[in-house]
């Protein structure tokens, strides 16, 4: 599975939008795009996910770059539930999900 | 409610006593998968299945084993558990579609930390 980069930590205000970037460059034309993320002391939960066109679900949503090499993950408006560690995924047709360090997100009151 | 269950949530064991780690979903999902995780190596998959009777070793399956005979049902066995054993583990579970976990999300547990001594 092609690899992703995300920054180690973010950190945002309450009530505000927040935008974690995700670069992964070497993608191939079949690969998914996944978004978990992982609350303090809970398993992974599953965010959103996409192939090619942008995303809106009730938690979030997802734009993906024209040329697929990177994508966002927005929040519209960040609650301090949503402080969490944020993995991004590429899901290629391997039976299984490779985490990497993910994003550490911060929510400020 | 739609759920991964594990047993038992915590659990402190010395070497070489075997234990059993088990996982139901009620979700008649076909996939399931362990993982662990340790700080700074992330989530690793340790054994995965596709569908009953149907295993297969992820990254890290080394003193571990796994069965699938119901669909509802992957326990994780350590035979001769290890204190690097030590670790959080998550069972997980999805549908599969064509054969693959392509545009399908994966339902996590809450955890087992087990503690080897």
């Known amino acids: 599975d092609a690899k992703t980069t995300q920054p180690n930590s973010m950190e945002s205000n309450e009530e505000e939008p927040v935008h974690l970037p995700c670069n992964h460059s070497?993608?191939?034309?079949?690969?998914?795009i996944h978004w978990y993320r992982q609350l303090p002391s809970q398993g992974p939960e599953y965010v959103i996910h996409g192939l090619t066109s942008n995303v809106n679900n009730r938690m979030a949503s997802l734009a993906i770059a024209e040329d697929r090499k990177s994508s966002t993950l927005i929040l519209h408006r960040a609650t301090l539930r949503d402080a969490a560690v944020y993995y991004c995924?590429?899901?290629?047709?391997?039976?299984?999900?490779?985490f990497g360090q993910g994003t550490r997100l911060t929510i400020n009151p | 409610e739609a759920q991964v269950t594990q047993n038992p949530r915590y659990l402190i064991t010395v070497t070489g006593k075997k234990l059993t780690v088990t996982c139901s979903q009620n979700m008649n999902h076909e996939y399931m998968s362990w993982y662990r995780q340790d700080p700074g190596l992330g989530l690793r998959q340790i054994y995965y299945?596709?569908?009953?009777?149907?295993?297969d070793k992820g990254d890290v399956p080394e003193g571990y084993k796994v069965s699938r005979k119901e669909k509802r049902n992957f326990p994780l066995i350590l035979e001769s558990p290890s204190p690097n054993q030590t670790s959080l583990y998550f069972c997980a579970s999805s549908f599969v579609g064509g054969g693959s976990l392509l545009g399908h999300e994966q339902y996590f547990g809450p955890g087992t930390r087990l503690t080897v001594t």
């Open positions: 070497t993608i191939s034309g079949t690969d998914y």
């Open positions: 995924i590429l899901i290629g047709g391997a039976q299984k999900l490779v």
């Open positions: 299945s596709m569908n009953v009777e149907v295993t």
